[in-house]
């Protein structure tokens, strides 16, 4: 069992950034995949970064490329999502998820994910 827990979040103007962190416990993270997401309110929950399980490899919303950043530190058990340039529909509580999986694909849909937290409310004002 991995339990996750995300920090990080808050309200800030568009232009903006905000940067997240994810605490996993139980496990170690290294050997798991893990990604962010986020969901508004009225909508699905939508990918928005991943690497694999060694970190050595990220995969990208086309909607943040560019502007987010995932990172993770092994040693520590915590993963990274910085957030720059941030836009209004950006908000949406994000939530951090881990995946068993050790190949080289990166998952990017919520059903390949098993673990998860409980999620950050980000806000962006125009």
Known sequence: QVQLVESGGGLVQAGGSLSLSCAASGRRFVGYAMAWFRQAPGKEREFVAADNWSGGATRYAD????????????????????????????????????????????????????????GTQVTVSS
């Not at 529909?89 to 050790?102: K, L, Q």
């Not at 694909?105 to 673990?115: A, K, L, M, N």
């Open 63 to 118: 909607s943040v490329k560019g502007r987010f950043a995932i990172s993770r530190d092994n040693a520590n058990n915590t993963g990274y999502l910085q957030m720059n340039t941030l836009k209004p529909e950006d908000s949406a509580v994000y939530y951090c998820a881990a995946s068993p999986y050790g190949g080289p694909h990166i998952p990017s849909t919520p059903s390949e994910y098993t673990y998860w937290g409980q």
